[in-house]
């Protein structure tokens, strides 16, 4: 099956997977979102929710 490209540039969409297991689910960041935040591989995430959304930030030990 070809891919569809992202016709909306204000956005991307994907899709939820979930996880061998069943107790977890994954979402597929984009990269270019990664090496704009100057993340890095298996690097700690904090995960909130705030009402129907999901907030992903970088994870900062306590007392720094």
Do not use: C
């Not at 994907?14 to 061998?20: A, G, P, V």
């Not at 979102?33 to 690097?43: A, M, N």
């Not at 009402?51 to 007392?63: A, C, H, N, Y």
Request: avoid cysteine.
């Amino acid at each position: 099956m070809a891919k569809r490209k992202n016709t909306s540039k204000s956005r991307e969409v994907r899709h939820l997977t979930k996880i061998s297991g069943g107790s977890s689910y994954a979402v597929v960041i984009p990269m270019d979102f990664i090496k704009q935040l100057g993340w890095r591989d298996r690097q700690k995430l904090v995960i909130r929710k705030y009402g129907s959304k999901v907030v992903i930030s970088d994870w900062e030990p306590e007392g720094e």
